[in-house]
């Protein structure tokens, strides 16, 4: 089996780019001149690497730990951060609130002349707290406004955060302004909070939160939660779509050390009520409903016919997204307003140990039930922060727009790492084409995203409506595209990087799962770009290619590896500990074997992932990824989508078969068929050439647009699908069984 083709070099990093970076900035604190000397040694001393990144990303902890990482019951169980204690949500809210760190250097400052002055945490607050207090005596007020017309001095610090402190608003002057800039500023402007979250609903309303609205919110809910005894450990369910009130749900049950259930937003009962069972949920926190292609989606009654069979669940929190007639059960259901009205704006975080849990996220198994991975504080939003800071060079200055779910991994990713990275989360409840094509690039034009993220077979679907849609935005605000969740295939990975970054910006290409708690491999910003290309591994992931022996190979395809722990990885399948076992460390001693195909280019070091190693299908003996093919079909003019799987053949073992979605104006036909078939078998090989090529309208795929082979291929040779709680459009699944002859 080989890779997809392997193309040309089409974005090459700037000094200008390299040198602000993030990554290189870690790189150069610790002496490290490329990137595969930081991965080195990030393999070789896992101690040194995230002691390095907990304090780069600037993780905050109640106590220190003591030791990094302890190893003595073996590498699945690895626990990090011994000794210490912490709330993450200390890290995404409190520290933004009134964070002091004591002794630890805030401010050095340096004069023209060469007059250096250094200022303590401790000495910065007293300096504050002086200034503050004479500033309450000249009258100030909260709201009253305070120009600052300084030089880049420790005062300055000190006159921000003192006019912050007593709810004054700040109008930071540039130090070069003449009197009529100045008057300007002080006649008009006022600058308000951070903003925290960007939300857009379906409709078109649009709402922020400042990460103190969003701080206050959190710490109301927290209040609310408290009072109806939830405590450190009880499950929590979040059924809700993408609103600020997901953000503040998941951030307010963290904030007491309860353990979040995210649920994806078009699960039907059954869906719910297997994980809220099989995670003995305390309280389920849901909409009333939500906007989809124009349509209110009803999430109460959903939810009402999961709790049927729920007997743990005890109250239900209930958001009025869409302000509609639900059906109410006294006593056990509660408004979300009223529950929050009385509640004070501020509520003590539960300080914990890194290792209590902070979440469990399902995944869809191909048999049996669902998989509950544990998260705990100290490991995925370590991981999610460290991925954004290091692949995707994501800061402060940042408005992140990643198209996904609550219930799928990438929900939690953007919560957690956009907070405590102190960046900007753009939310989105409805679809990425509704009322129009040019939605998703509309949104990115309005609220100035910076970084996108999206799944390849979303991309494919939007490059279908045509190059005009995108090019009739601004979306010059844009310094980083991502895409994750499946391979590419290279002319919607083109596409992309053409008709969205306008050929100036990286794709950073991003691979992991759930259980990892974000990337295995990825892109970065200091490092070339071939279409479909990973970087690498993310640094501090020992990810490795192996072959049947689970020896290392390069050039060759195998199995991707990993075989180190890191703080991300999940700490287990909830209630089920030798299912962990088996899954991910039973096939090698001491290494994580995560289920995808991967090839390392040996010219120039760039990773590749095929697909995942049980989508494979064998013809002969051959080895062959479906994104091999998948790519050979998308390349012609008129194929949008495909998706290839093997079946049972007496003489090959399996052949190969085709499913594919036309684009607009283009027909089925069998001479098109024939064409597709001629066209794979001169692209991989006459054996090679498929055994049926069968046009759809549709293919099975998640909210996110993820393609499910596995259930593509089990209804076309006619066996149980397995769990389907994840499939968007269950539609699609006749019209696969309709092809079977």
Same mark, same amino acid.
């Given at each position: 089996m080989q890779p997809v083709v392997i193309g040309d070099v089409i974005w090459e990093p700037s000094p200008e780019v390299i040198e602000r970076s993030r990554l290189k900035r870690f790189m150069d604190r610790?002496?490290?001149?490329?990137?595969?000397?930081?991965?080195?040694?990030?393999?070789?001393?896992?101690?040194?690497?995230?002691? !390095?990144?907990?304090?780069?990303?600037?993780?905050?902890?109640?106590?220190?730990?003591?030791?990094?990482?302890?190893?003595? +019951?073996?590498k699945p169980w690895a626990k990090w951060w011994v000794g210490a204690r912490?709330?993450?949500? +200390?890290?995404?809210?409190?520290?933004?609130?009134?964070?002091?760190?004591?002794?630890?250097?805030?401010?050095?400052?340096?004069?023209?002349?060469?007059?250096?002055?250094?200022?303590?945490?401790?000495?910065l607050d007293r300096q504050v707290s002086r200034l503050a207090g004479a500033l309450r005596k000249l009258g100030v007020r909260q709201g009253d406004r305070i120009g600052i017309f300084m030089p880049m001095c420790p005062e300055v610090a000190v006159s921000v955060l003192a006019a912050t402190k007593i709810g004054a608003v700040i109008i930071p002057l540039f130090s070069g302004y003449g009197p009529e800039a100045i008057a300007t500023r002080h006649r008009d402007g006022a600058f308000g909070d951070k903003t925290a979250i960007i939300w857009e609903g379906e409709p078109g309303d649009v709402r922020t939160l400042s990460y103190r609205e969003l701080d206050r919110q959190v710490s109301r809910l927290a209040g609310a939660l408290r009072k109806l005894g939830v405590r450190q450990g009880d499950r929590i369910g979040i059924f809700m779509p993408m609103c600020p009130e997901v953000a503040v749900s998941v951030l307010a049950a963290t904030k007491i050390g309860a353990v979040i259930i995210p649920l994806f937003s078009g699960y039907g009962p059954e869906a719910i009520a297997t994980?809220?069972?099989?995670?003995?949920?305390?309280?389920?926190?849901? !909409?009333?409903?939500?906007?989809?292609?124009?349509?209110? #989606? !009803?999430?109460?009654?959903? !939810?009402?016919?999961?709790?049927?069979?729920?007997?743990?669940?005890?109250?239900?929190?209930?958001?009025?997204?869409?302000?509609?007639?639900?059906?109410?059960?006294?006593?056990?259901?509660?408004?979300?307003?009223?529950?929050?009205?009385?509640?004070?704006?501020?509520?003590?975080? +539960?300080?914990?140990?890194?290792?209590?849990?902070?979440?469990?996220?399902?995944?869809?198994?191909?048999?049996?039930?669902?998989?509950?991975?544990?998260?705990?504080?100290?490991?995925?939003?370590?991981?999610?922060?460290?991925?954004?800071?290091?692949?995707?060079?994501?800061?402060?200055?940042?408005?992140?727009?990643?198209?996904?779910?609550?219930?799928?991994?990438?929900?939690?990713?953007?919560?957690?790492?956009?907070?405590?990275?102190?960046?900007?989360?753009?939310?989105?409840?409805?679809?990425?084409?509704?009322?129009?094509?040019?939605?998703?690039?509309?949104?990115?034009?309005?609220?100035?995203?910076?970084?996108?993220?999206?799944?390849?077979?979303?991309?494919?679907?939007?490059?279908?409506?045509?190059?005009?849609?995108?090019?009739?935005?601004?979306?010059?605000?844009?310094?980083?595209?991502?895409?994750?969740?499946?391979?590419?295939?290279?002319?919607?990975?083109?596409?992309?990087?053409?008709?969205?970054?306008?050929?100036?910006?990286?794709?950073?290409?991003?691979?992991?799962?759930?259980?990892?708690?974000?990337?295995?491999?990825?892109?970065?910003?200091?490092?070339?770009?071939?279409?479909?290309?990973?970087?690498?591994? #993310?640094?501090?992931?020992?990810?490795?290619?192996?072959?049947?022996?689970?020896?290392?190979?390069r050039g060759e395809v195998g199995e991707l590896a990993i075989r180190n722990p890191w703080p991300g990885m999940t700490r287990g399948f909830w209630g089920d500990r030798q299912r962990y076992l088996d899954t991910y460390w039973s096939r090698f001693e001491g290494v994580w074997v995560h289920g995808d195909w991967a090839y390392v280019d040996p010219d120039d070091g760039l990773w590749y992932v095929l697909g995942r190693s049980d989508d494979t299908i064998k013809i002969a003996g051959k080895r062959l990824g479906p994104a091999e093919v998948e790519s050979v079909l998308v390349g012609n003019s008129a194929v949008a989508e495909a998706a290839a799987i093997g079946v049972p053949d007496e003489l090959k073992g399996e052949a190969l078969v085709c499913f594919v979605i036309l684009r607009p104006a283009n027909q089925p036909s069998e001479q098109l068929a024939a064409e597709l078939q001629d066209l794979v078998a001169a692209a991989l090989g006459k054996p090679l050439r498929p055994k049926a090529v069968h046009f759809v309208t549709d293919l099975p795929r998640t909210r996110n647009a993820k393609i499910l082979r596995r259930v593509v291929k089990s209804v076309y040779i006619g066996k149980d699908p397995g769990d389907l709680s994840s499939l968007e459009n269950p539609s699609a699944l006749a019209a696969i069984g309709a092809t079977r002859s």
């Open positions: 610790h002496g490290i001149e490329t990137f595969d000397e930081l991965l080195r040694r990030a393999d070789d001393d896992i101690e040194w690497f995230w002691d !390095a990144t907990v304090k780069d990303i600037d993780i905050a902890f109640y106590r220190e730990y003591d030791k990094v990482v302890d190893l003595s +019951q073996g912490m709330n993450i949500v +200390q890290s995404c809210l409190d520290r933004h609130r009134d964070g002091a760190f004591g002794d630890k250097t805030a401010i050095i400052w340096e004069g023209e002349p060469g007059d250096v002055r250094t200022l303590s945490y401790r000495e994980r809220l069972r099989d995670g003995e949920a305390k309280v389920l926190i849901c !909409a009333d409903g939500f906007y989809r292609r124009g349509q209110v #989606v !009803a999430m109460k009654e959903t !939810a009402d016919r999961a709790l049927v069979s729920c007997p743990t669940v005890k109250k239900v929190i209930v958001y009025r997204r869409v302000v509609r007639e639900i059906p109410w059960t006294h006593g056990r259901d509660q408004v979300w307003e009223v529950l929050l009205e009385d509640e004070p704006d501020h509520a003590p975080t +539960q300080e914990l140990d890194p290792e209590d849990p902070m979440m469990i996220i399902y995944t869809s198994g191909t048999t049996g039930k669902p998989k509950g991975t544990l998260h705990v504080h100290g490991g995925f939003p370590v991981k999610t922060a460290q991925d954004m800071a290091h692949c995707f060079d994501i800061g402060p200055d940042d408005v992140v727009f990643w198209y996904t779910d609550i219930g799928w991994m990438m929900g939690p990713w953007l919560i957690f790492g956009t907070l405590v990275l102190g960046a900007t989360m753009v939310l989105y409840e409805g679809t990425p084409d509704y009322p129009s094509a040019d939605r998703l690039w509309r949104m990115v034009d309005h609220h100035k995203a910076t970084v996108l993220g999206v799944s390849p077979t979303l991309v494919r679907g939007l490059m279908t409506h045509g190059d005009e849609v995108p090019a009739h935005h601004d979306l010059s605000s844009l310094r980083i595209l991502g895409g994750t969740g499946e391979p590419w295939n290279p002319e919607p990975f083109h596409w992309y990087f053409k008709h969205i970054g306008g050929g100036r910006i990286p794709v950073i290409n991003y691979t992991g799962g759930t259980e990892i708690a974000g990337g295995i491999l990825c892109g970065n910003v200091i490092s070339r770009l071939r279409p479909c290309s990973f970087a690498g591994p #993310v640094p501090g992931i020992a990810a490795d290619v192996l072959d049947a022996d689970g020896k290392s190979v």
